[in-house]
């Protein structure tokens, strides 16, 4: 689990660190602290892995470096190594953004029953039972955004994050598309929730199938109604190495065989796997947003203005502040200021002096 306490000045042995931005003195500001283990059990290619979370967190590409060098996708990774990210720029986090979108968060929540009834129908018509283990006594309707969060927060995702993908999300506009969410057992569910679980969909923009372990066996019940979808995979990654829930790990979802249904939305996937690596691996994302001045406030205001169960920006909050920080996104900002400017211009410029 993340912790902000004064970080160590190198990984301990067995570890690594990808560090993805640092000071103007080269000390890392904000990196992902993992265990080597744990990176070769969801991941056959170490280095490309660290691309791959680089794209779902930063929604950034670029190359990694070990001392200094770019570090190839099949090289084997160095205990106690130091890793770091080099990026198209450098000033990844240094912009200052609008952080409405996470006091909305709090202020605006989704709370309409009869969408999550149909939710959960359309779910059920798509994958019949639990995606992962076949249970349908404990299936659960799961959102990978959640319904607790606000259609404004998805659309935000969307719209920052859909550049260089090959999937349309264009009409991706509801919680309750069936394209952000599964059928899940109820520990599934729980621990996607509390950000232990990720499911990682492949090919993807940085990883292809061949990338990932292959599938895990698992006593499923043997429904003929379901199957898994061709030339694609949708794996079940445990993020932390414990007991237990480490059983479901490597299981690959199935749906129902020659389903018209859109599947569960890569973009969105990638999305909740960055909020779990950041929660799971992520040193100094919370000093990052806590010292980032919003207009004449920081994030630390915003959060004593949100409810009192509040508990103050997560990792959730992190991502979305790379999520509007990207290239694209500020672009996308930028030509709609100018657009707004240049309506008011041309309005001022036919009202008669």
């Known amino acids: 689990m993340s912790t902000d306490s004064t970080p160590p000045n190198k990984p301990v042995s067995g570890s690594v660190w990808l560090v993805l931005t640092e000071d103007i003195n080269h000390q890392p500001v904000f990196y992902l602290d993992i265990e080597i283990t744990v990176i070769k059990c969801l991941c056959l290619k170490p280095v490309k892995f660290f691309r791959f979370l680089v794209w779902c967190i930063l929604g950034a590409q670029g190359s990694v470096l070990y001392a200094d060098s770019i570090v190839s996708d099949d090289a084997e990774l160095v205990s106690g190594g130091i890793y770091r990210l ?12 609008d952080m409405e979108m996470i006091r909305a968060r709090s202020s605006s929540q989704t709370s309409c029953t009869s969408a999550q009834e149909g939710f959960y129908d359309d779910l059920v018509d798509r994958d019949v039972c639990c995606v992962f283990t076949g249970d349908r006594i404990t299936c659960l309707a799961t959102h990978i955004i959640p319904f607790a969060e606000d259609n404004q927060l998805l659309n935000e995702i969307v719209t920052n994050r859909q550049i260089d993908i090959d999937e349309d999300v264009s009409d991706l506009f509801d919680l309750c598309d069936v394209r952000n969410g599964l059928l899940a057992s109820a520990d599934i569910h729980c621990y996607l929730d509390k950000r232990i679980l990720a499911i990682l969909p492949t090919p993807n923009h940085i990883l292809q199938i061949e990338d990932i372990p292959p599938r895990a ?14 030339g694609k995979r949708f794996t079940l990654q445990h993020l932390v190495r414990s007991t237990g829930e480490r059983a479901l790990h490597g299981l690959d979802a199935k749906f129902k065989k020659q389903t018209d249904a859109k599947l569960p939305s890569t973009l969105l996937l990638n999305y909740h796997y960055g909020n779990v690596a950041v929660q799971q691996w992520g040193r100094g994302w919370e000093r990052v947003l806590s010292q980032r001045a919003i207009g004449k406030r920081g994030c630390a205001a915003i959060a004593k203005e949100t409810t009192d169960d509040d508990e103050g920006p997560d990792a959730g909050d992190f991502i979305l502040y790379c999520s509007v920080n990207t290239e694209a996104a500020r672009k996308r900002r930028e030509d709609s200021a100018k657009q707004f400017n240049d309506s008011i211009n041309d309005w001022r410029n036919k009202v008669p002096g």
């Open 86 to 97: 080099r990026a198209p720029r450098s000033d990844l986090l240094e912009r200052a953004i």
């Open 217 to 230: 066996e698992f006593r499923r019940e043997p429904f003929d109604e379901v199957e898994y979808p061709a």
